[in-house]
């Protein structure tokens, strides 16, 4: 887990009560060495947690930091994190491709957060609220699929479907 302030120290939370081995990293060393004792988490430095054998490298706090370098040192399968822009450039989604990395999106991955809060705010009930959930693991085994049998990246991918919905709903692009 890189960053554990809002969104990094939550999914921190959730992990551990699941069983998960974690570990942490953030640029405030104080407060991941808290969540760290909080949850039974081990530290990392922030410059080397990207470099973890695990399952999943959930980036949660600095954007770019999926680039040309970083990728040939990630051990992890999975990307999936909350910060936002977390690649350096377009061509670093089709280096995760290429080097067998599956990597959700960060607008996917934040956006259970955006419809809580929608749901929050109306008149909401949680099973609409878990079906609209639902539907955003739905989206995110479209884009694999759809990546996986046209070569693209997910992350364009994400990205051409995104702007298919909007102009589908008459949004702008």
């Given amino acids: 887990m890189q960053g554990v302030g809002n969104v990094g120290g939550r999914l921190v939370r959730l992990l551990a009560d699941a069983g998960a081995q974690i570990w942490v990293a953030d640029a405030n060393e104080n407060l991941a060495r808290e969540v760290a004792e909080e949850t ?3 530290l990392c430095g922030i410059d080397d947690v990207h470099r973890i054998d695990a399952d999943i490298f959930s980036p ?3 954007g770019a930091i999926l680039n040309e370098s970083s990728i040939t040192e990630l051990k992890a399968k999975v990307v999936v994190g909350g910060a936002n822009n977390q690649l350096a450039t377009p061509d670093d989604d089709l280096r995760l491709r290429a080097a067998g990395i599956a ?6 991955a934040n ?3 955006i419809v809580n809060l929608h749901y929050q705010r109306s008149t909401w009930s949680p099973a609409r609220l878990a079906e609209h959930i639902e539907g955003l693991a739905a989206t995110f085994r479209e884009i694999f699929e759809t990546a996986a049998k046209s070569g693209a990246g997910t992350g364009a991918v994400a990205n051409a479907i995104a702007e298919d919905r909007i102009r589908a709903a008459g949004g702008r692009r």
């Fill in 40 to 42: 039974g988490a081990s």
């Fill in 60 to 62: 949660n706090a600095l």
């Fill in 103 to 108: 990597y959700c999106p960060d607008f996917l």
């Fill in 111 to 113: 956006a259970g957060g």
